[in-house]
């Protein structure tokens, strides 16, 4: 992918328009909801603004000089992103450290020189603080950018340091049109963007993943649980092998679907259309306020799941209060 | 492309490269060397961003091409060959096949479109000047250099040009550095660049004892220094340096001319016993002599006396003494000059006989 996707037209024409006339900032902080792109729209940027022969109508990189080649190879000196590495949950102070020695050095190309710092809001309270000086006093023809799902997460020292981009959810159509166009025609588009909640790139993941079956194998599982044919116990401890917090996320949408077919007087709208029928047998099995309680418990779980914590436990832990809320087991009387 | 070279004749640019080379790397790329073959010979590059090596080596050999190529490995083949041995170069797509007597190995090779070599850039300044004389330049300067320091453009040396003239400054905010030397620069007002700290190692490495004249380029953004058959590249570093002029100290009143080897040497001793983290030293200046104490949190003291040449009134001033005595080795003559003005100002260090070379040592509060 080496264009910008269609529904970031505007904010590009603004930003190239801007760098045009030389009169880009120091540093961009761009938000949105996950799984739009965002870190798409920043590596077009940066292998823009170092491309030797920018495309003079939409100002997207030519793909084919020196600059753009080694973009491609991941090679650019003038260019450095920040992430996560491997096995960690935040970005640590020395590797911003090492940015101050990248930006303190002149540029390789006698270009400008870039950093995209994604998730920006991973960075710990000291990374950021770090940050700071440089974001104070940034070096001639250098930027900046900071990626960031939830830029309420950084401290508001550095969000205020930077110029907001807004990134928001394409229309379903445009999401559609793109991804039935990625994916193929053996996938259902609209089912995709539904899971990912309406963001494309997230439901290409879905789609490339695998993960629509291992979702379906998981809601037969939560299924069986709920009939009381398997102990939440050896499920739990099954579900390890999946990511802990998507495998919540899937089972809060489930919830959520539940609750609203639970409460809609029409056939309300599902983030899981296919299995409609199957949710509504197991709806009817519990009343509103069981549901409305698991779905907080789930919600804490996933919370829950982004920090130091026992996976195995969380899960048990989540599997058999909803166990234990089924009136099929018969433990708790079932309320109101 | 195929190129067969000597092994001696190979192993000498190939060690001075890889030097280059750092063993630790986040992109791939950096711990392979471009190998490139032309008219002009064999040219193999090395960089890690922050400084880069080109050497161009004859060979025989067929077509032109370029490719990248292990760095560590290729030199380990090549080193651990029998002395005299002839060695095949192959590039063969993806892979390149080294052959030589009874050997073969195959190497992975990545594209050479992907190296992010530095090649040619615009010179806004050059100048040719004897190879030691640089060397001087960066010998009696460097130490004063800052590590690490948040101020960045401290962690490197300034080299200033000026018509007819190049001089070098480093300092940390505690002490300074400065020496001058005449040299042709072509330039009409002063330049001033900043190399970093690693260059500076890699130069004063490069350059040799004699007086050779070198060719230095200077970029906006690079310093280069070539010869036919090598040519070695730093950035530089992107700030501009404080303004050192103003803390040269000037109308010191005070002048004491004393015997470099022995100040040293008794400053030496006395550092033994002064506060390991601090390390201040008192220095008593009276009519023809200098007395040096030093003592630490356990209690423990040292007291040396030197005779200087020295006629004004009393006067007690201290200093980190690793200071001084860094200023004192980077003085060549066997007499050493100091002036001072009083207690709270900077100490001006010079040889004897030369203006050349000044050092500034900022005072401690005892």
Redesign the interface.
């Known amino acids: 992918m080496n264009e910008f996707l269609p529904w970031h037209a505007e904010p590009w024409r603004m930003l190239i328009e801007r760098l045009r006339q030389g009169r880009l900032p120091h540093a961009l902080l761009l938000c949105g909801p996950e799984g739009i792109g965002k870190d798409h729209f920043a590596r077009l940027l940066v292998q823009t603004m170092l491309c030797e022969t920018p495309r003079p109508d939409d100002g997207q990189p030519c793909g084919i000089c020196r600059g753009c080649l080694l973009n491609a190879a991941g090679s650019h000196p003038d260019s450095r992103v920040v992430g996560l590495l491997e096995d960690k949950k935040i970005i640590g102070v020395d590797q911003i450290r090492e940015l101050r020695e990248y930006l303190g050095l002149k540029s390789h190309y006698a270009g400008h020189r870039t950093v995209i710092i994604s998730p920006a809001e991973k960075m710990n309270t000291q990374a950021a603080n770090s940050l700071l000086k440089t974001l104070e006093e940034p070096p001639a023809r250098s930027l900046l950018i900071l990626v960031a799902s939830h830029p309420g997460q950084l401290p508001a020292t550095v969000r205020s340091r930077c110029q907001r981009v807004t990134f928001s959810l394409p229309s379903s159509d445009t999401a559609q049109r793109w991804l039935s166009e990625q994916t193929g025609p053996h996938q259902d588009p609209a089912l995709l963007l539904s899971l990912a909640g309406g963001a494309p790139l997230a439901a290409l993941e879905i789609a490339r993943s695998g993960k629509m079956d291992q979702r379906l194998a998981l809601f037969e599982d939560f299924e069986k649980l709920a009939c009381g044919q398997c102990s939440p116990v050896a499920l739990a401890g099954a579900w390890l092998k999946f990511e802990t917090q998507e495998t919540l996320y899937w089972m809060r949408d489930w919830l959520t679907d539940m609750i609203r077919l639970k409460s809609a007087t029409q056939p309300p709208t599902l983030i899981n259309p296919d299995v409609r029928q199957r949710l509504q047998n197991m709806a009817a099995m519990l009343d509103l306020k069981t549901l409305y309680q698991h779905l907080d418990r789930v919600t804490e779980a996933a919370r829950l799941a982004t920090g130091q914590i026992n996976a195995q436990l969380l899960m048990e832990d989540v599997l058999i209060a909803w166990q234990a809320h089924l009136p099929g087991k018969g433990k708790i009387p079932r309320h109101g | 492309m195929k190129i067969t070279i000597q092994r001696e004749n190979l192993l000498k640019p190939l060690q001075l490269v890889c030097g280059v080379v750092e063993r630790k790397q986040t992109?791939p790329?950096?711990s392979n060397i471009l190998v490139r073959a032309g008219k002009q010979g064999l040219s193999l590059t090395a960089t890690d961003?922050?400084i880069e090596m080109v050497t161009n080596t004859p060979f025989d050999g067929s077509s032109a091409a370029e490719t990248t190529l292990p760095a560590r490995k290729f030199l380990d083949i090549c080193r651990t060959l029998p002395e005299q041995a002839q060695i095949d170069l192959t590039i063969d797509g993806e892979r390149a096949v080294i052959r030589s007597g009874k050997s073969r190995f195959t190497l992975a090779t990545l594209?050479a479109?992907?190296?992010?070599n530095?090649g040619s850039?615009?010179e806004i300044a050059g100048f040719s000047i004897a190879q030691n004389t640089l060397k001087r330049l960066i010998d009696r300067t460097h130490f004063a250099m800052a590590q690490q320091d948040?101020r960045?453009?401290l962690?490197g040396l300034l080299l200033e040009l000026s018509p007819g003239r190049v001089r070098a400054v480093a300092t940390d905010g505690h002490r300074l550095a400065l020496c001058d030397a005449s040299a042709e620069v072509e330039i009409n007002e002063t330049l001033q660049i900043i190399v970093?700290r690693k260059g500076v190692h890699e130069l004063t490495r490069l350059l040799e004892d004699s007086d050779r004249p070198v060719r230095i380029h200077l970029?906006?953004?690079?310093i280069r220094l070539s010869s036919p058959d090598m040519s070695f590249t730093s950035?530089?570093?992107?700030?501009r340096f404080p303004d050192y002029q103003r803390v040269v100290p000037e109308g010191g009143d005070k002048i004491v001319i004393a015997d470099k080897e022995t100040l040293k040497q008794a400053l030496i001793r006395a550092s033994i016993l002064s506060n390991e983290k601090y390390r201040s030293v008192r220095f008593l200046f009276t009519e023809g002599k200098l007395r040096i104490f030093a003592h630490n949190p356990e209690q423990e003291e040292a007291e040396e006396e030197v005779a200087v040449d020295y006629s004004g009134e009393k006067l007690e001033i201290g200093f980190n003494v690793n200071y001084v005595v860094d200023a004192l080795s980077a003085v060549t003559t066997p007499q050493v000059r100091l002036i001072l003005s009083d207690a709270n100002s900077c100490c001006l260090i010079q040889a004897a006989d030369g203006e050349n070379c000044k050092y500034v040592v900022m005072p401690m509060r005892l």
């Open positions: 992109l790329i950096l961003l922050e594209p479109s992907d190296f992010p530095i850039f615009q948040i960045y453009y962690n970093p970029g906006s953004n690079h950035k530089l570093i992107d700030g």
